[in-house]
């Protein structure tokens, strides 16, 4: 039997495609992101099936779709009857670790993972910075961060999984999954990345024309909802440089993992993927955060590259999405995808340049917080559908109008690519069990009951006892509400 790959997965949380300068930013500064690009596939269509943590990671985690899999939203448990990639490898032989975010909720707290030495075990994981906002988090203030860079939650990941990588006892085939919280807010970063966008580095973004009254109702919704509709000029500089700033401490933390698969020589032999769980608004359309399906939240950087296998520094234009890395890892791995998936393996896309098998469109939705109702999206072709259950549907032609200011939903030339959108969107799904799990916004006294306990990380000892990692908050309360 041929020797099976390794595998090393880089996972950042809310990390939007439009900062990185693979992906044609002129701004942020990602030369490892980059470099990893030059030496694999970089997807320019990427999709998301959820603009939102839990759902999107049980989503890509099982290659199937949220509604499918009951991930309605950030309190849905892990469906623990449905084996995750992490599962699937490891029952054909692969050691299985994980090291950092993975936001499971319930009791399965590994979910196809063997060894997981340090995460967001008790449900939260993302550092409130300042710490005497604790245990609230914020988008502002943005700014030097009060936490120690050796205590923040990335250098964490990568010393243990820098560790794993030279262990002796280091078992193999390995997949590995390093999982870091930023670019999600709070905005707050090592001082050193900080100062390479404060004040000077940082632009704004172009609103567009007719704004705000041009967004659709439930967007308007969602700028009330995230508290931005006030915001100043120098506000959004302030989040915008907090933002570009932790997409560079995430990329110097992708660049040291690289660093250590080519000293230890196991890079020609490791396939390692970049992508993000979903991804942020930035500032784009006057908005922050994500649950929405503009492009900045529902597209994601994806990045493969296995030099053993596949092409090198080629960008694949066709649309794809996140429930296709299942079928394509097993695919890569030399084993055969399960039944019943809703990806498809990338790999023949890249190795043949054929797209025959695959679907031809990308489907996210989202069931919870941040809009009135239920909504989901398709991206076919050059077209974005948006359906919003009882409410106008949203069309844009993202080619000819890549900001998304156009919505063509009443453009007569539009009507049959938006009745072959909606037509895509309802087949195959189950329209009134999504309306009786949707999950209205929380209001402020129902998010106190979903306070952590205790500090956001933990390290698991061999013995199953956890040990919380953080130990600068000092005696704050972990249960009392927003200050």
């Not at 049980?58 to 449905?82: E, K």
């Not at 999600?184 to 973004?205: A, K, Q």
């Not at 649950?291 to 234009?317: C, N």
Request: one cysteine or more; hydrophobic letters at 35%; proline letters at 10%.
């Amino acid at each position: 039997m041929a020797e099976r790959p390794n595998i090393v997965v880089l996972l950042s949380d809310e990390h939007s495609p439009l900062t990185l300068g693979c992906y044609g930013s002129q701004v942020v500064q990602t030369p490892n992101l980059d470099a990893l690009a030059a030496r694999g596939v970089l997807f320019e269509q990427a999709y998301c099936q959820a603009p939102v943590c839990v759902p999107s990671r049980l989503s890509f985690l099982s290659g199937l779709y949220p509604w499918r899999i009951g991930a309605w939203s950030n309190v849905s448990p892990v469906p623990a009857a449905r084996t995750s990639i992490a599962g699937y490898l490891q029952q054909h032989g692969y050691f299985t670790a994980t090291v950092g975010k993975m936001h499971f909720v319930g009791p399965e707290q590994h979910w196809g993972f063997a060894y997981r030495p340090y995460g967001d075990f008790a449900g939260c994981s993302h550092q409130p910075d300042p710490i005497g906002l604790a245990p609230r988090l914020t988008i502002l203030p943005a700014g030097p961060s009060e936490i120690p860079e050796e205590e923040q939650q990335e250098s964490i990941v990568n010393r243990l999984g820098i560790e794993f990588l030279r262990s002796d006892d280091r078992k193999e085939p390995f997949c590995l999954w390093l999982s870091y919280n930023r670019p999600h807010f709070p905005l707050r970063v090592p001082r050193r990345y900080w100062e390479r966008y404060w004040p000077d580095g940082v632009d704004l973004p172009d609103l567009g024309p007719n704004f705000p009254e041009r967004l659709h109702p439930w967007m308007q919704f969602h700028r009330r909802y995230t508290g931005v509709e006030g915001w100043t000029e120098a506000q959004w500089r302030e989040a915008r440089a907090g933002y570009y700033a932790a997409v560079s401490f995430i990329d110097d933390k992708v660049g040291e993992v690289l660093h250590v698969l080519d000293e230890l020589g196991l890079r020609e032999n490791t396939i390692v993927v970049y992508f993000s769980d979903h991804g942020e608004m930035n500032g784009e359309h006057g908005m922050a955060r994500k649950m929405t399906f503009y492009e900045p939240s529902a597209r994601v950087p994806l990045i493969i590259s296995y030099p053993r296998v596949l092409p090198q520094g080629i960008r694949v234009s066709e649309v794809v999405e996140l429930v296709d890395l299942y079928p394509t890892l097993a695919e890569l791995a030399g084993l055969p995808a399960p039944e019943g998936l809703d990806g498809r393996s990338l790999v023949p896309l890249v190795t043949t340049g054929s797209a025959a098998g695959r679907k031809g469109f990308a489907i996210s939705e989202h069931y919870s917080h941040g809009v009135p109702g239920p909504m989901r999206m398709v991206r076919l072709g050059d077209w974005k559908y948006i359906l919003y259950l009882d409410a106008k549907p949203s069309l844009f032609n993202v080619k000819e109008d890549p900001r998304e200011f156009v919505d063509r939903i009443d453009d007569p030339g539009a009507q049959r690519i938006a009745r072959e959108c909606d037509r895509l969107l309802r087949d195959d799904w189950d329209e009134a069990l999504v309306r009786a799990n949707f999950i209205p916004s929380p209001t402020p006294e129902s998010n106190l009951n979903r306070r952590p306990n205790r500090p956001p990380n933990q390290y698991l000892t061999p013995e199953g006892e956890l040990i919380d990692a953080e130990t600068f908050y000092g005696d704050v309360d972990w249960t009392r509400g927003p200050l």
